[in-house]
């Protein structure tokens, strides 16, 4: 038995010894690309008659576990070689969404201009299109006042649930249908701190009696769930009136987090 308070602190060194190794001997990457399942479109109607698509985000460490390879390369030879123009450091996609949609509407007479007088040529308006078309020389001009939101937001669907990232796109022009969403967003992986030193000044209320005490806590693995410490402090002690030294050892385990 008298070994036995020696116990904490040989469960501390363990646990300190084994997060030391995962964090200077990560795993090893898989050196294949697994392709994720498309994430499927949501569709939300809006109240003036419009629609919602909503897709969730898949972070990825690459495009090609999202997106196909024609696009892919689509993307790295125009646009991203536009924007490499001029710049010493090349650029790093971070997130890049392909939308597909397209455009239905019928018009009338309704739409007609009224001030067409020309009878080789016919003119229409609607709040989001012009359309001119010439009969004499069978030629079209058209314009279209394009407007499309992108909004990125996150929600969670319990109170204990993972807190999920989403993409909505909508046009205020109803006739605009939205086929398909792809979405890639770079993984950034953060980097977990190793130590952490904190100070502290707390009560211990024990016997209906307050004992301050205060110090130093070495925190192990501070990011993770398995959290050794190891404090150092002074304590007050009603009896003798004085500040006495204490050693503290422990484990700290997260059970939940918001």
Same mark, same amino acid.
Request: cysteine-free.
């Given at each position: 038995?008298? %070994? ?8 501390? &060194? ?15 990457? +898989?050196?294949?690309?697994? !392709? ?25 460490? /690459? ?18 070689? /536009?924007?490499? @123009?001029? #710049?010493?450091? +090349?650029?790093?996609? *971070? ?14 007479? @309704? ?10 040529? !016919? ?5 989001? !299109? ?13 314009? %279209? ?7 990125? %937001?996150? @929600? ?8 999920? *990232?989403? !993409? ?5 022009? +109803?006739?605009? @249908? ?18 952490? #030193?904190?100070?502290? &000044? ?41 500040? #006495?030294? %204490?050693?503290?050892?422990?484990? *700290? ?6």
């Amino acid at each position: 038995m008298k %070994y036995l308070k020696y116990f904490p602190i040989v469960l501390l &060194i363990i646990a300190i010894g084994y997060i030391a190794w995962l964090y200077y001997n990560p795993k090893i990457e +898989k050196v294949y690309i697994q !392709i994720k399942p498309k994430a499927e479109l949501i569709y939300v109607q809006k109240s003036d008659g419009g629609q919602i698509a909503t897709v969730q985000k898949q972070p990825t460490v /690459a495009m090609t576990e999202v997106l196909s390879n024609n696009y892919i390369n689509y993307v790295q030879d125009t646009i991203v070689k /536009a924007l490499n @123009k001029g #710049l010493a450091y +090349k650029l790093q996609v *971070q997130n890049l969404t392909k939308i597909n949609a397209v455009l239905k509407d019928s018009l009338s007479k @309704k739409n007609v201009l009224i001030q067409n007088v020309n009878k080789d040529v !016919i003119a229409w308006k609607t709040n989001f !299109i012009e359309i001119e078309a010439n009969f004499k020389d069978s030629t079209a001009k058209y314009n %279209y006042n394009a407007q499309l939101d992108v909004l990125d %937001y996150s @929600k969670k669907e319990s109170l204990f649930g993972e807190r999920k *990232q989403y !993409i909505a796109v909508t046009s205020p022009d +109803k006739n605009f @249908k939205i086929n398909s969403v792809e979405n890639y967003t770079k993984e950034i992986k953060q980097k977990k701190d190793f130590l952490e #030193l904190n100070a502290k &000044i707390q009560g211990l209320y024990i016997n209906k009696q307050l004992i301050p005490y205060g110090g130093l806590d070495l925190l192990f693995n501070p990011d993770g769930r398995l959290k050794p410490i190891l404090g150092y402090g002074y304590f007050y002690d009603y009896n003798s009136g004085k500040l #006495l030294p %204490y050693w503290m050892t422990g484990l *700290q385990i997260n059970l939940i987090r918001f």
